[in-house]
């Protein structure tokens, strides 16, 4: 079974720049995640999806950041316009549904971005 | 608001030997879950091991365990005969019992030593 795909690995903007991390869940999974990683912190969620819906949005910056998940499947994330302080890596994460009792998330690589 | 935190930040082990990661938190809910994951260098973040707060009883996995302490918020991770494997970054979770609010902590760099 294929993991959680995201694209690209590695990115290097300049600030002001726009820029779009993509990722596809694990088939089948229903929750999305879409996570902020800092050097030396853990991850810090920005979004969650169920299906198509963004279910808590709370902690995405929603002056420069929006996020997308047509069709359930599929989903972007995107900065415009980018700022220094987003140099960091970009995690996305699935689950086969927002059911904590038997929730397990399951982790992309991450796009790790610079902002120049 | 939940926090969860971490206090050691790098520990070491020989390997084949034992080690326990620290974690505590601070919630007023009283239906919560606790995780450990596990993020290789340049890797993907893993789950490692989870706990349910209503279950008395420490989860174990393989190697691994944890001892629950719901009283004092403590959620610390023994890892047992130590692997070279084992070398990465250690997160502690939690996850509010509605499922809403999900927090990480700042992390514990193992190193195990040949």
């Known amino acids: 079974e294929a993991g959680v795909v995201q694209s690209p690995r590695y990115k290097i903007i300049e600030k002001k720049q726009p820029v779009a991390f993509w990722c596809n869940p694990i088939?089948?999974?229903?929750?999305l995640y879409w996570y902020r990683q800092n050097l030396g912190q853990g991850p810090e969620l920005l979004i969650r999806?169920?299906?198509?819906?963004?279910?808590?949005d709370s902690q995405l910056p929603k002056d420069r950041f929006s996020a997308e998940r047509l069709k359930g499947v599929d989903s972007t994330l995107k900065i415009q316009p980018a700022e220094l302080g987003d140099s960091a890596v970009y995690l996305c994460?699935?689950?086969?549904?927002?059911?904590?009792?038997?929730?397990?998330?399951?982790f992309g690589p991450g796009t790790r971005l610079t902002v120049l | 608001a939940q926090t969860v935190t971490q206090s050691q930040p790098e520990m070491s082990v020989q390997e084949a030997e034992t080690v326990t990661l620290s974690c505590t938190y601070d919630?007023?809910?009283?239906?919560?879950?606790l995780f450990w994951y596990k993020q290789p260098p340049s890797r993907q973040m893993i789950l490692v091991i989870r706990?349910?707060?209503?279950?008395?009883q420490n989860a174990t996995e393989n190697r691994f365990s944890v001892n629950f302490q719901k009283a004092a918020k403590s959620f610390s991770l023994k890892i047992s005969d130590s692997q070279l494997g084992d070398a990465a970054m250690y997160f502690c979770?939690?996850?509010?019992?509605?499922?809403?609010?999900?927090?990480f902590g700042t992390g514990t760099s193992l190193t195990v030593i040949p």
């Open positions: 088939s089948g999974h229903n929750t």
């Open positions: 919630t007023s809910e009283s239906d919560y879950y």
């Open positions: 999806y169920e299906n198509e819906e963004a279910v808590d």
């Open positions: 706990q349910e707060a209503y279950k008395q």
């Open positions: 994460a699935s689950s086969p549904r927002d059911d904590v009792s038997t929730d397990t998330q399951y």
């Open positions: 979770a939690y996850r509010s019992g509605t499922g809403n609010q999900f927090y």
